[in-house]
């Protein structure tokens, strides 16, 4: 035993003296080594008009569903009765907000009577500020022009979140309270939650066509995760001692889930039911490119021709949306807590006002079902006209005055790190970059998060659409390595101050709240339709998420140790670079694992504004019939690339913890 103990001695000292930024290093020098032999050979380049079989084959699984949608069996009693159900619920919904219906020129509530009850609803379970800001937004949308588009927008959003929460919450309960299922359910939900919102639209396209319809099946799919996962949370939450009281005192199961575990976690609840309208809100935007009525509609046909002052007021209206639909269900969950801390004589006088408040909402709706002028919104949108003018004379007047800079900052970048980083991907053997991602996946993830990157390339190489999707690759790295500069910086700066933190977290929550689909417009403005822009919209869009979980990291570093490096005469930089970091350097893993994945979804919508790649081929497929396969196959390579990081950057966070 001791000889073999010396002898396995130096191989240990080595492994020591080797750390993992070693490996990674002798990885890619022997990546560039190789790409200067082999640079043009064997990349799997193909035509933006070329299709392999699998394209073809796809186009005519599309075909055969198409001819026979009517006749085979398990369209014609399970895929089109789903349909046909949520069509129903779609169109009466519009017809009591948005859509004229029964003879009638105008909805069976009016915008006076949806204005009424959005503000009396906002009151009744937030408060009264949050009722202002909501009549404030809803009669903004008229002003601009938009009020038909937005409440298609509001009734596709509220038909997905009734059915995502009837599915989602009783999911969650039993999630919550079975960890076998939540076991079961945990890997589907990660699966959900990691594919881009755009993937989502084409093969359910294929299934349930194109419409409104389809919009909100697709929109349930991407927003029942959050409501499943935080229920779980919430219920798995409660003290364990609360249930063991419950228990020994003879309750049952059905009365512990009722009057104990639902209601204290309540507010959690709630605040799943805010995650949910958020992701419905930004999912019901981008499905207008399956022809889903509303705001997004607008957006998508105006991005597509450059018309940016268009973009920019409906992409406003959504903005408002989101903002009032997240203030009213966070003043919700927050709504017991404020209660008991107000005076009781406000407590005595709410229950009257409400019942006053509710007799004067009835006069409205009645009001606005009876007579046109309550109906029909009045005026010609004059606001909105004014707005979209602003956006034209403020696009004119950058590009006039700030080419020069946009279009250095944008050269440098595309220069520096953006073309040299695509060429060494797409002129590379497709071989290579597999070896080479797999190896990084080892290394950085273990074996596991190996073993998903090669099955990962593998499948990429048969979609056919290698190319593109190195493409696609190169611009998700680089806006990534960008969100993390900017997350480093940002997010040290509010971890060391609160002051910082209490200035610049509400800004970051805002961006938040937005649809990926807004941020495209005012880098439209700036840059142009260009890949750049799609690069500049994703680190706008994925950086908040990757500031506040560094800045949480940062700040949760012991101040025994940031104290212990300060007597020891450290100064400012010794102690963020030696002490800070290092010691937050599993959050710094989890900010570049959700900095990525927000990344990826977003380059693939820049397919709207000259982003080409993957995204362009999702684009092209809902437009052109002949490229629909090759569309679906785009989806499955975005999915790919989306699973093989999410697997990598996670198992590196939880090798990073350990």
């Given at each position: ?43 799997l380049t193909l035509a933006a008009a070329d299709l392999t079989g699998l394209h073809r084959w796809l186009n ?354 595309t220069t520096t790190l953006l073309n040299p980083f695509q060429t060494l991907l797409t002129d590379s053997p ?114 908040p998420v990757a500031i506040k979980i560094i800045a949480d990291g940062v700040r949760n570093v012991p101040e ?99």
């Amino acid at each position: 035993m001791a000889a073999v103990a010396e002898a396995t001695a130096p191989v240990a000292a080595l492994r020591e003296r080797i750390s993992r930024p070693m490996v990674v290093g002798a990885i890619f020098v022997a990546w560039l080594v190789l790409f200067a032999v082999l640079r043009g050979r064997q990349t799997l380049t193909l035509a933006a008009a070329d299709l392999t079989g699998l394209h073809r084959w796809l186009n005519d699984v599309n075909d055969t569903i198409g001819a026979n949608r009517n006749s085979n069996p398990l369209f014609l009693y399970f895929f089109n009765e789903i349909r046909l159900g949520i069509d129903n619920l779609v169109t009466f919904v519009q017809s009591l907000i948005s859509q004229p219906t029964a003879g009638r020129p105008v909805p069976q509530i009016g915008w006076l009577g949806v204005v009424g009850l959005t503000g009396y609803l906002s009151w009744a379970v937030g408060n009264w500020r949050v009722a202002l800001l909501a009549v404030a937004g809803f009669t903004f949308f008229g002003l601009q022009g938009l009020w038909q588009e937005s409440m298609d927008t509001l009734a596709l959003t509220l038909s997905a979140v009734l059915v995502a929460l009837l599915i989602g919450i009783p999911l969650g309960v039993w999630a919550g309270l079975s960890d076998r299922f939540n076991k079961i359910m945990t890997p589907f939900l990660d699966f959900m939650q990691t594919m881009p919102t755009f993937v989502y639209l084409a093969p359910l396209t294929l299934v349930f066509l194109i419409g409104g319809a389809s919009a909100v099946i697709t929109t349930v799919i991407y927003a029942a995760p959050p409501a499943m996962r935080i229920t779980a949370h919430a219920i798995r939450s409660v003290p364990e001692t609360t249930v063991e009281a419950a228990d020994s005192l003879g309750t049952t199961r059905r009365q512990q889930l009722l009057k104990v575990l639902l209601p204290m976690s309540k507010r959690t609840v709630v605040m799943g039911v805010n995650q949910t309208i958020m992701a419905a809100l930004a999912m019901v935007t981008i499905a207008a490119l399956i022809d889903a009525p509303g705001l997004g509609k607008t957006v998508v046909q105006a991005l597509q021709s450059l018309d940016v002052g268009t973009a920019f007021n409906a992409g406003l209206a959504i903005v408002v949306m989101a903002i009032v639909l997240d203030r009213v269900t966070t003043a919700a969950a927050s709504r017991a807590e404020a209660g008991r801390r107000t005076s009781g004589r406000f407590t005595t006088w709410r229950r009257p006002l409400l019942v006053a408040g509710g007799i004067g909402t009835a006069f409205l709706l009645y009001v606005s079902h009876t007579y046109v002028y309550a109906a029909e919104f009045p005026g010609d949108g004059g606001t909105g006209r004014h707005i979209a003018s602003a956006a034209d004379t403020a696009t004119t007047w950058l590009q006039d005055h700030l080419s020069g800079l946009t279009n250095a900052v944008r050269d440098v970048i595309t220069t520096t790190l953006l073309n040299p980083f695509q060429t060494l991907l797409t002129d590379s053997p497709w071989w290579l970059v597999g070896l080479t991602l797999v190896a990084l996946g080892a290394v950085l993830g273990g074996w596991r998060a190996g073993v998903t990157a090669a099955v990962c390339v593998g499948l990429l190489v048969g979609t056919g659409l290698w190319s593109d999707g190195m493409t696609t690759l190169a611009s998700t790295a680089v806006a990534t390595v960008l969100v993390m500069l900017l997350g480093a910086v940002f997010g040290v700066w509010m971890g060391r101050s609160a002051l910082v933190d209490r200035l610049l977290r509400p800004t970051l929550d805002a961006a938040q709240v937005m649809p990926p689909f807004v941020y495209l417009v005012p880098f439209l403005a700036l840059f142009g339709a260009t890949r750049f822009t799609a690069i500049v919209a994703a680190v706008v869009y994925a950086a908040p998420v990757a500031i506040k979980i560094i800045a949480d990291g940062v700040r949760n570093v012991p101040e025994s140790t940031v104290e212990a490096a300060t007597s020891a005469g450290c100064n400012t930089w010794q102690i963020i670079t030696k002490v800070q970091l290092p010691v937050a350097r599993s959050a710094l893993t989890l900010a570049t694992n959700q900095g990525l994945i927000y990344v990826l979804s977003m380059v693939v919508v820049g397919g709207l504004v000259g982003a080409g790649a993957l995204g362009y081929d999702v684009v092209a497929g809902f437009s052109q019939g002949e490229l629909y396969g090759k569309g679906l196959a785009a989806g499955l390579a975005i999915v790919l690339l989306g699973v093989m990081f999410d697997r990598i950057t996670q198992a590196a966070a939880r090798r990073t913890r350990a």
